[in-house]
């Protein structure tokens, strides 16, 4: 069984716009790709996927990627959804069998996350890892890949939840803090903090 990772990234320009009032353009960029760095060298460490890929239209988050071990996919399809679903298709033709499509901005995830849920995918067509406010999807683990097609956006786990049930695809959800907490407002990068005084997590 080939399961495989995919992270998307949007444009560096565009990265953590809700930050903006709180830091700099070039602050928010190095946020973003000192968080990707964590979850690509993660999904590395985890040893239990075959290919890691990036998919970004932006070439600089791409050109970094790789320098971290990833292969890239050139964002070729407007629309996150679609997007996704081209890169998706990419990984299925090259020989994936199971996809995880992870967020970019879990600067807490770990590697005994990502085995874990590589776990359930063996008992599980659909494993989804839903955001803090239990609405987001921050991680999605699909059986074949494209089984399921992509949802994100508002409320995207519940959407996600019942064309699992409309398909009669066999899903659980699995959440842990490691790929609940995304960085997205100032409360979070203040909850990041706390919790990393309280316990030093990281792959370097």
């Not at 353009?25 to 993660?42: E, G, K, N, P, Y």
């Not at 064309?163 to 009669?168: L, P």
Request: proline residues 4%; glycine residues 4%; contains cysteine.
């Amino acid at each position: 069984m080939k399961y495989t990772a995919l992270i998307p990234v949007k444009s560096l320009d565009e990265a953590k716009s809700r930050l903006a009032t709180h830091l700099t353009a070039v602050q928010r960029a190095s946020l973003m790709l000192d968080m990707l760095r964590h979850v690509i060298c993660t999904l590395r460490t985890s040893q239990v996927l075959s290919s890691i890929s990036v998919v970004s239209a932006d070439t600089r988050v791409l050109e970094r990627a790789q320098e971290w071990g990833a292969s890239t996919w050139l964002e070729e399809q407007a629309g996150h959804n679609p997007a996704l679903t081209a890169a998706a298709k990419r990984e299925l033709i090259n020989g994936s069998n199971a996809l995880l499509t992870i967020s970019a901005d879990l600067p807490l995830l770990t590697t005994r996350e990502v085995q874990e849920m590589v776990d359930l995918a063996h008992h599980y067509e659909v494993v989804l890892a839903p955001s803090q406010d239990q609405t987001g999807t921050n991680a999605i683990l699909v059986r074949p890949p494209l089984a399921l097609p992509y949802l994100f956006g508002v409320n995207s786990l519940p959407r996600h939840q019942r064309e699992a049930q409309q398909q009669k695809l066999s899903h659980v959800l699995y959440s842990s803090l490691g790929l609940a907490l995304d960085i997205d407002t100032i409360d979070d990068i203040t909850q990041l903090e706390t919790l990393e005084q309280q316990s030093k997590i990281g792959c370097l």
